[in-house]
DNA sequence: CCTACCGATCGGTAGG
DNA sequence: CCTACCGATCGGTAGG
């Protein structure tokens, strides 16, 4: 009779949004059945509407989970004091680390968005064009003072975002590379494009 | 009766072919229905199929198309007398080109190819592979002369392969950069941070 | 959490 | 190139 399950820290809702971003990712959000993901969850379809609202709530809520975790992350780092380029360090690492650690979501995030629906579509395009500004705002900080060379922050900005993003091809074929040359390699290339 | 419009040089396969590609990119394989492309093309949905074998046909030419544009290049590239970085950068220049465009056709060769059937999927996949293997090759004669600075290949290729992808995020938000300078500023970028 | 089932929409075919 | 239509599958609800 009890509908969700009380107490506990992982609740069956939890499952079903770890098993949702592994199979959206798979087979793209539209391609995705709920049969499917109830197989996945292990009940049946109907019984997943007692722990979620629709399939579309999955998708929202894989979207701006990873939009707050990528805000959060960059709130601490503006406020540290250290340098421009330490910073842009520090973002592009951890940028490779949630495609490593939460590849499934982020690549959701990254690929199924356009299937979101009004309002929650622009808001969260909203909230993308706001964590690209300011990472430009980043950039011009360090033009300004002399640690990037003179070029477009806006065309710097979309060098590392789409970079990053790329790391979703590595995950399929790890090729001898280990994640932490992959980081340091990856961080090197891109910062180092940027310097003086 | 005709099923076929003769002579001509753009038939109307080329038409229905444009017109799914740029619905395969707004809406995603899946969630495009043959209904709407019809609808583009200005005829009843049954009527695309005098020109056609099916949805995953049109998929398939797509992704396939674009596969043998990128590899063409390559071959010239190769051949050339020119320094590796020299044949990088011209690389780097003709993603980024494509991307401009050819912009549809190139966004569902990289985000909707997963949808392929087997064989193609195999196939294409392994194009794909093929190709980056290629590029490895290139870069570690790079290394080798000295021209690069010693870091893994696969991973600079990567980075290249996906920093121009995203240029997509481009297309979609112009904000006051000209191609000529997203492309110059993007090739110097990911070159600059390759050299010694 | 299940069985039973609904209305909508899909890709594609028959036939002309 | 159209009208008419089919079987399959979808997301989701009713009721218990």
Redesign the pocket.
């Known amino acids: 009779m009890a509908?969700i399950k009380p107490g506990k820290d992982s609740t069956?809702k939890d499952v079903i949004l770890m098993k949702a971003s592994l199979l959206f990712r798979t087979r793209g959000f539209n391609a995705?059945?709920?049969?499917q993901l109830a197989e996945m969850v292990g009940?049946?379809?109907?019984?997943l509407?007692?722990h979620i609202g629709?399939?579309?709530e999955l998708l929202q809520e894989i979207c701006f989970k990873m939009a707050a975790e990528f805000t959060a992350h960059l709130d601490v780092i503006e406020k540290m004091p250290v340098t421009s380029s330490a910073k842009i360090d520090q973002i592009i690492r951890f940028h490779i680390c949630m495609m490593l650690n939460k590849f499934d979501q982020v690549f959701v995030a990254d690929h199924e968005w356009m299937h979101l629906k009004e309002p929650y579509l622009n808001q969260f395009l909203n909230k993308r064009r706001v964590y690209e500004k300011r990472l430009v705002t980043l950039i011009e900080e360090g033009i300004r003072t002399k640690e990037f060379r003179k070029s477009n922050p806006y065309v710097m900005v979309l060098t590392l975002l789409s970079a990053v993003r790329g790391i979703e091809f590595w995950q399929r074929q790890r090729k001898n590379v280990t994640p932490q040359v992959l980081e340091d390699d990856m961080a090197g290339h891109l910062l180092k494009g940027m310097l003086k």
Chains 1, 2 share one sequence.
């Open positions: 509908k069956k995705a059945s709920m049969r009940v049946e379809a109907p019984s509407y007692n629709s399939k579309i």
